[in-house]
């Protein structure tokens, strides 16, 4: 009989793990609270308009692109990607911008023109970068980092100095323009750290940014999910939406035994859960924990977000598919999250324009737009800062784009910490998960697998190797192939042919 595997929550690692899982010949029903697919990918659809509601920027396509290849598949046999062009434009203070093309040449050219004489040294922080990425994808980041070993490669040796210094140090040595330097340390953002913590050897992320570029699949990120459900199901997964699970039960041999869900006992043999890590452990008793409330209280978390979904009644001239507005002190934001957390008083954010690229996302003639405010995790939605924190952005967008964008809002939606927390148990209401900091990397992380409990697995941005949807794709490939190692079972491995993309 084939082992009976439950996957709790339909987030991009539990997708990424069902896949893995049912290809190695074990039977996997995912279990999912919401009434869709997709977790903080999911969609928000209103009077026409549509909306990502979590990750927008797709980067890295060669992992999406590995990701289906594994299975003989193509990115290309579900969804249209466009490579955008430009990528990004980004506003600093007074009137300075800068557009962030497709491509490395033209990006340095973009550094020279705003910094001469920055061209040498920012071709010397590409090539370590694209190194860097290197070491990561083929030596660190699909390893199940349940031993300090699985960091320690010759590579990881020989590159030490990386791990001790900063993403920001490391940028201010590479240029001297303020601005510039903030160019550089943004993609950490992703992994959840300010750029200060995070070990300047994932400079790897502007190899992403300014290399491998930016993406965007058609309909949304939400054509990367259907995609990866119809994978699933191809491989007989089986989709229960609408399913809580209230309690994983365990045995007297200390391994689950299975869940409840409405007060009724599921039996299954393995339970691989995508959901918040903590919210995961708080569905067993206290004993059965790995982590107490006190290791999380020590952790320090991804932010959380601040976000707008809006529809206008009208096309704007001029607007790009994503923009940085880094028009006020990037410091002082950055301590509203990870020092002291609060309000920020002048916050940066960003805004996406995906009707700029896709007309399907708004009703004809009109703009659909995403703001994100990046806040500390922790917070409590607080209606009156967000009143005044939607006015002040919306001004300076105003200002910054010479439009007039207020007087044409036809839809106004906001979701903040707190609906973090209701939607999906997320710790203090985190956004996406824990920050990338160098002690909560590799084996540093909440580990992908029950110290308690043997048959009990984790996956996605709480765990191995962290946030973002990349990693969550590689999350679920790595517990499934310890899954399946354990089992004597083998994973599906594509012939890792070149993505046509590159
Ligand atoms: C606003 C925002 C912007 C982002 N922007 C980007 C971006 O541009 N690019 C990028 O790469 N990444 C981005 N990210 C990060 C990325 O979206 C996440 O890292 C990734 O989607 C996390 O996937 P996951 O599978 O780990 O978790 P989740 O997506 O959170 O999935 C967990 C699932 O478990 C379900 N669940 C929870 N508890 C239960 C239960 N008891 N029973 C049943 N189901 C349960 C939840 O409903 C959810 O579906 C962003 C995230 C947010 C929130």
Redesign the pocket.
Known sequence: MRNKIIV???????LSAACYLAKSGFSVTV????SVA????RTLKKNGFQFDM????Y?MPDIFHNFFNDFGKSTTDYFELHRLDPAYEVFFPKKRHIVIDSGLGKIIDSFERYEPGCQLSLEKYMKSAKKNYQIAMNKIVYRHSLSPWDLMTVDTILNLKHFIQNVKKLAHKTVKNPDLRLVLQFPSL?LGAKPSKTPSFFNFMNHADFDLGTWYPKGGMVSVVQAMVKLAESLGVQFKFN???QKIVPNNNEAVSGVLINDEFHQTDIIVS???YQ?TES?LEKRYRTYSSKYWDKRVFAPS?L?FYLGFDTRFKGVMHHSLFFDVDFDAHLNSIYGKPKWPSKPMFYANFPSVTDSKVAPRGKESCVL?VPIASGLKSDKRQQTRIFNQIINRMEKRLNLSLKDHIVLKEIYSVDDFKS???STKGN???LATTLNQIGFMRPKLKSKKLKNLYFT??LTVPG????P?LISGKIVGEYIASKHGRQLPMGNQKMSPLE
Do not use: C, K, M
């Not at 279990?31 to 919401?34: F, V």
């Not at 979590?54 to 920027?57: A, I, K, V």
């Not at 946030?467 to 990349?470: D, I, N, T």
């Open positions: 709790i929550g339909s987030g991009f690692s539990s279990l999912e609270r919401h997709g977790g903080r990918a979590g990750p927008t920027w980067w992703f399913t809580t699970v995508g959901a918040d919210h569905l977000a976000l994100l939607d999906y148990s956004a996406y998960g996605g941005q946030p973002g949807v990349p969550a």
